[in-house]
């Protein structure tokens, strides 16, 4: 079936270097991409999303990007923080039947003071 | 956060028995999904709605089955609950097809005995 792969699976940073997360995924056909947030003990939250029409979004700290030709997009943050710490999870969109969301394996980032 | 409660939150039972996971939202939206997650996984859709009374299966639907009656509630059922369906469920929904944000509850950790 179709599968994202996500790495590294964890990530350690010093608070105010960059963190990046890297995801591949396998459907041509997919078109959108979000990025999750899961603070422990908390269910995942949206914290951005990128379409196939764009090859770039930033958001503040936070930026991904997109390589429709190599299948495979990023999540970019910038001067992290001790509150960046969480589990990061990657996303596409697949069709069968209704349009549905595969996740990555996640990615642990520790933002170390 | 979006009006989405799992219950109960926390669940012990024995291999054998039938288990029902509740999912309740107050936004009104169209698409409710269920999702299981477990260490090196990532979030695995198990069955995901459409409607009321319109369900389909996601990836790993085995020894699942759900209902929807209501608009605003998802069940799942563990038919007869085995040691391989201790996981963390978390309900999600959405306005639309899973190309625009989803919203997911806090989760419900299982353990099967």
Redesign the interface.
């Known amino acids: ?1 179709e599968n ?1 792969e ?1 790495h590294p ?1 964890t990530l350690s940073v010093q608070e105010g270097d960059s963190a990046v997360i890297k995801c591949t995924y396998s459907d041509s056909a997919s ?2 991409f ?1 990025w ?1 947030k899961q603070e422990l ?6 914290i951005i ?1 990128i ?1 196939s029409n764009v090859g770039e979004k930033k958001d503040q700290r936070i930026a991904v990007t997109l390589n429709k030709t190599a299948k495979h997009f990023s999540l970019h943050i910038t001067e992290t923080q001790p509150e960046d710490s969480a589990v990061y ?1 990657c ?1 596409a ?1 697949i069709r069968q ?10 990615t642990r980032l520790t933002i170390n003071p | 956060d979006a009006g ?1 409660t799992q219950s109960p939150r926390h669940k012990v039972t024995e291999t054998g028995t039938p288990v029902t996971l509740r999912c309740h939202q107050t936004e009104n939206h169209r ?1 409710m ?1 269920w ?1 299981r997650q477990d260490p ?6 198990i069955h ?1 709605s ?1 409607g009321v009374k319109d369900t ?1 299966k ?2 790993v639907s085995d020894g699942y089955s759900v209902s929807r009656s209501k608009t605003e509630d998802f069940l799942l059922t563990l038919e007869s609950a085995t040691s391989s369906q201790t996981s963390v469920y ?1 309900c ?1 929904i959405s306005e639309a ?3 625009t ?7 419900t950790r299982l353990t099967v005995v």
């Open positions: 079936g994202v996500q699976s078109n959108y979000p999750y003990g908390k269910g995942p939250q949206l999303d379409r999870f996303a969109s039947g209704a349009q549905k969301l595969v996740f990555g394996q996640g | 989405i698409y999904y999702y090196g996984h990532g979030l695995r859709l995901y459409y389909d996601g990836e978390f999600a097809q899973m190309n944000e989803a919203f997911f509850g806090q989760g």
